[in-house]
């Protein structure tokens, strides 16, 4: 079993939907939860970070963390063309906290 | 700031060859990543240093691949002689750890690097 599981989609949605990504994982000594955003040739680059458990919005991206069912999920709302794009989860901690495990990422389309 | 910065950004070689790829990390950052990217296994890591030193390489592949960081402003990649499955997007990252905990922060990836080994 992967640490980090992570339908890879891909996902479409029309424009101005709600998008929601998922990622399950494995190992309840995880404490840091990340979702990256990676467009097409690039880098990824960091959305939305949170620790522990809970909600943490930020303009139209809330991340959320439930600790107990080890699942984390990052919504989306009024979805853009813009928004399209890979969207990796990625987890610290446990034995390691240098380290991050990444899910295999997400293919998101917005569609105008 | 500039960000993260790899070299080169494309790089075309033959099998057998060796390969070296750059990284500059962000200024006043201490810790840089590498990590490759390909469709069947997705986002890994290799190795990471920690004030230039390297905490975890347990994702080194094998023996043909090698890391340094001689200072906290520069880091390279090797790998030789290379495969034709070496072939993905490497990238580089770096973040600041915070002083207290061990917690290595939000990492900053830099563009990458496409190799192609033929």
């Known amino acids: 079993q992967k640490e980090v599981e992570q339908d890879p989609g891909p996902l479409s949605v029309p424009e101005g939907a709600i998008v929601s990504l998922n990622c399950t994982y494995s190992n309840s000594a995880f404490q840091y939860f990340m979702w990256y955003r990676q467009y097409s040739r690039k880098g990824p680059e960091l959305l939305m970070y949170t620790y522990s458990s809970g909600n943490k919005e930020d303009g139209r991206f809330t991340a959320q963390v439930d600790k107990s069912s080890k699942y984390i999920s990052l919504f989306i709302r009024d979805s853009q063309p813009s928004d399209s794009a890979t969207y990796l989860c990625a987890i610290a901690g446990g034995t390691s906290y240098g380290k991050l495990t990444f899910g295999q990422g997400t293919i998101l389309t917005v569609h105008p | 700031d500039a960000g993260v910065i790899q070299s080169p950004r494309h790089e075309v070689t033959e099998m057998g060859q060796e390969v070296t790829l750059r990284c500059k990390p962000i200024?006043?950052?201490?810790?840089l990543f590498w990590y490759r990217q390909t469709m069947m296994r997705g986002l890994e890591l290799l190795i990471y240093?920690?004030?230039?030193?390297?905490?975890?390489d347990s994702g080194m592949p094998e023996d043909r691949f090698s890391a340094k960081m001689p200072n906290a402003s520069f880091s390279t990649l090797k790998i030789q002689p290379s495969e034709p499955r070496d072939s993905a997007v490497y990238f580089c990252a770096s973040s600041l750890a915070r002083t207290s905990g061990r917690f290595f922060g939000e990492q900053y990836f830099g563009p990458g690097t496409r190799l192609t080994v033929t």
């Open positions: 240093f920690n004030n230039n030193v390297p905490i975890d």
């Open positions: 200024s006043g950052h201490n810790s």
